[in-house]
């Protein structure tokens, strides 16, 4: 049966000019986050951004210096316990106890708890987190990927309905990422909403819609992850048997734009297919080979190069 809890109402993280000054520098600086039901928000900035900060601030971890924070409409500084109920997150490394088993330590936690967790639903979380078979080892003898799993594990055995989690794919391999994306999807699909952040652009773009950028302490960007990709533009990256040459005759395609080379490729900015059509021939008469022509990725390294500086700031091929 499903139960509808009126004060649900509410979204699951709404801060406002969240600050916090470590000796007088601003860490996080009037942060704005509000993050909806159900979704999985992505919140993105390199290191030392104030990621951690900010979601220390939002877990109750760290007081803020200014700002005011409700999570499901709830206030952490009229009623700490009362706002973190559903709430569950990691901040940076999950914290066990490793001469424990990883089963021990989630019994543990869901006895703390004390919100009527029983061990079969300790099992089912395991088994969610693909641990079963490991689960009566000492968590000192898991890898760091096993490790981050057991530390999601800890938080479904308090039933969240928001899921913070800080880096949650620092330290894994390609296969534990896609592991965790699967995961956080059905997370995602049983209602669970997720916060998670990252300084890669590239690992949270299949799994957010939205996203906020966060440099310096300041969101320089928050929105839909479709308009950032958009606001970048279209962009390849070519390899060619004569670099200089090649670039200059992609500067003299038309729709061709922001012409660069970088180190042993030209990029541009390509407005439509015809381009690329033009350009294939236009290197062909110029018997340029073509090694590879290729979209470029967005990361977020060129994400702020639009927003901050604009393409005009880079080392450009004249027209
Ligand atoms: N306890 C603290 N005392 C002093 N300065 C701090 C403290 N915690 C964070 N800072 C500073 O605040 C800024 C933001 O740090 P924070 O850990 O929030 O960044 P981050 O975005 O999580 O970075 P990373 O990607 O490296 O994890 C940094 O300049 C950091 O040195
Ligand atoms: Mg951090």
Do not use: W
């Not at 055995?157 to 330290?171: F, H, I, Q, S, T």
Request: charged residues 30%; proline residues 4%; glycine residues 8%.
């Amino acid at each position: 049966m499903v139960q509808v809890v009126r004060d649900a109402a509410g979204a699951p993280i709404e801060a406002r000019r969240l600050t916090k000054r470590y000796r007088e520098v601003p860490a996080v600086d009037g942060v704005d986050v509000t993050v909806l039901p159900g979704e999985i928000y992505g919140f993105l900035g390199p290191n030392g951004a104030g990621k951690t900060t900010t979601m220390r601030m939002l877990l109750g971890l760290v007081r803020p210096d200014a700002g005011t924070i409700r999570l499901f409409g709830r206030d952490p500084k009229e009623d700490l316990l009362a706002a973190l109920k559903g709430v569950a997150g990691i901040i940076e490394e999950p914290r066990l106890y490793s001469y424990l088993s990883g089963r021990a330590n989630l019994r543990m936690l869901a006895d703390f708890d004390r919100s009527g967790v029983d061990r079969a639903f300790v099992e089912e979380v395991l088994e969610t987190v693909e641990l079963r078979d490991r689960a009566g080892d000492r968590v000192r003898e898991y890898s760091q990927g096993m490790r981050q799993r057991l530390g999601i594990a800890a938080c479904l055995v308090r039933r969240p309905r928001l899921l913070m989690l800080d880096e949650p794919a620092n330290g894994l391999d390609p296969a534990g990422i896609r592991y965790l994306r699967r995961l956080l999807r059905r997370l995602s699909a049983d209602g669970i909403t997720v916060f998670l952040s990252s300084h890669l652009l590239a690992e949270v773009q299949e799994l957010c819609a939205r996203v906020a950028i966060v440099a310096a302490g300041r969101i320089v960007y928050e929105g839909e992850i479709d308009e950032l990709r958009a606001r970048a533009g279209r962009r390849y990256r070519l390899t060619a048997a004569a670099l200089e040459r090649a670039a200059s005759v992609c500067a003299a395609v038309p729709g061709i734009s922001d012409v660069a080379i970088v180190d042993e490729h030209v990029t541009f900015a390509v407005d439509a297919d015809e381009a690329l059509l033009a350009l294939t021939r236009g290197l062909a008469e110029a018997d340029i080979a073509i090694l590879a022509l290729v979209p470029e990725q967005l990361t977020l390294e060129r994400v702020f190069f639009e927003l901050t500086e604009g393409p005009a700031e880079r080392e450009t091929v004249p027209a």
